[in-house]
């Protein structure tokens, strides 16, 4: 796929109006009010996998509504101090998968949490555990249109809202320093990264590549890829439903989120990625922070001959080092 999007000298610059409700905060507010009355970890179990260098546990934390979220939490062996926690979100379709799936981050000395995501990990990997009891308003079968008509009942209102209290639930686990906790995805997961770094002021740093849910009016008229794929398609059997999708997605919307973020950030993006057009990336980044009343550190790398891989096994070690510098510095 050849390059489609705006050229780098106007993605640089690409700062668009979003349309944001009046609501926007308010919104959230309740809606994670409600989701904290609880503690957040109801349950840790010692799993063993085979691997001599890392510990992990099955973890069942209380997400939205207080429903079961599962996640696989992992400490190096041997680990004697507190460790900075990296929050870990999986992509559109996946599950948490199995234990020793995702190793780099434990790997790196980190203590590592991989959400499970609800009512997904039926399209890649090895599946997930969540169930989404939340799942039958009105909507397609696919995860982007589940209760798309109605921003309260949309997929992405439990799933964000799940992400947050993963970062509750790993700030309560034993061997993990509370204060340099940290949101790490691609694609979808990046998008719940963004969100959770403008739902919780006090993270450590947020890093993203190709997130899915930023520019998202934009995405749905550049690409037919993925999840938009899947909002176009439903809009196109609900003619007239333009309106209410609408206004339901500007409740999600990554780059609000952004514009709301205080922590560090680290991006990375391919200008031929289709699935998550790099206009939305930029728009993100771009707007990140705005709001806050900060400037935090944030950088982003762009691969231009990439797809929605971005920089892969490249930018993973750009983020390594990048996150190595930023806690240090927090330390200091």
Known sequence: MPAFDLPLTELERHRPDIEEPADFDAFWTSTLKEAGQTDAVVSVRRVETGLRLTRTWDVTFRGFAGDPVRAWFSLPAGAGELLPSVVEFAGYGRG????????????????????????????????????????????????????????????????????????????????????????????????????????????????????????????????DAGPYGEIAAYLSVHRGAEHAAYRTLSYVEGVSFARRAQAPAHFGVGLRDTVCPPSGTYAAFNRYAELAGTDPRREIHTYPFNGHEGGDAVQVRRQLDWLETVLTDRRR
């Open 96 to 223: 948490r998968g199995l234990p020793h799936e995702r190793l780099t981050w434990v790997n790196a000395g980190y203590a590592h949490l991989l959400m499970d995501n609800r009512g997904q990990g039926d399209q890649y990997g090895c599946g997930g555990d969540t169930p989404d009891p939340h799942a039958a308003a009105p909507g397609g079968p696919g995860p982007a249109v589940r209760g798309l008509l109605c921003a309260a009942d949309y997929h992405y209102r439990r799933l964000i809202t799940d992400a947050v209290r993963a970062v509750a639930a790993v700030r309560g686990l034993p061997g993990v320093d509370p204060g340099r906790t940290v949101a790490v995805g691609n694609s979808q997961g990046g998008g719940l990264a963004l969100a959770v770094a403008g739902l919780v002021p006090d993270l450590a740093a947020v890093l993203v590549t190709a997130p899915l849910l930023c520019g998202i009016r934009r995405a749905l008229d550049l690409t």
